[in-house]
């Protein structure tokens, strides 16, 4: 059996991390995670818990960075 697939490789740049935020009571919501996530990378969207505001103790945020890319600790 012959495969007419082919296979290439792609090196990857970009990938998607969750993120948990802490202490965002005022600033809930989604223009304001975007411009939050922005010091990070490019926001992709939050989770259905922080949608629904079910844990209000913190908002978590897919986003999208850079391989390779630091981060500061705090």
Known sequence: MESNV?????EVTNVSIWVKFKGLDQFW???CFQKIAGGVG???????ATK???FLRYAKLLIEVKMGQEFQEK
């Open 6 to 10: 082919r296979l290439m490789k792609q």
């Open 29 to 31: 919501g989604g223009k």
């Open 42 to 48: 490019k926001y992709v969207r939050c989770d259905l």
């Open 52 to 54: 629904n505001k079910q």
